[in-house]
């Protein structure tokens, strides 16, 4: 099944910074998109998971052009079928761990699944407050939260970037087997080569053009 389609994507600020940019995304496909710093990963992953409209060309999820959507369609695939997990962790800094799992919990019909908790090695820190966790511990209560809606697409940006070398394969292993697992699919954006050869697509975005290389 077709998860994503993005045909003839162009963007820019104040110079451009892609031209038609053009991928698919299918069940249990994972792709992985590298470049240097600057060159608009982060806008296209942006524009891939409807956060920002492209300037020219088009973007359908399961199907569906989104600028044929309304507002409500478009809020309700957000919040049941896309999860985010962004360098910025987003989490509700005056509530506990706990609080936070539970608010991603309730929006999506999900229960918290405490076997993913343990597996990213926070099932501890339940009853903490965010902002009493190190940088990385957030980093994988933000996995995890997103985990937690049963997202069919997975949309991530850096998120080893915080991590040692050994969290780091053990977050790698839980996203893959949760595509594996759920039929879902993954657009991961990275600086780790290592990371990124894993996927089963690799494009690189390089003087304004989206290149395959594997």
Sequence with gaps: MNLLKANNISHSFDTELFSNVSLELEERQSIAIIGLSGSGKSTLLNILSTLLSPNKGEVSLFGKNISTMNAKELEQIKRKKLGLVFQQHYLFRGFSVEENLEISAMLSGENIDKELLKNLGVEHTLEQKVTELSGGQQQRISIARVLTKKPK?????????NLDHVTSDE???IFFDYIDKENAGMVLVTHNDEFAM????VYKLDNKELIRVK
């Design 198 to 201: 894993e996927c089963d697509v």
């Design 171 to 173: 977050v790698k292993k």
């Design 153 to 161: 697409i997975l949309f991530v940006d850096e998120p080893t970037g």
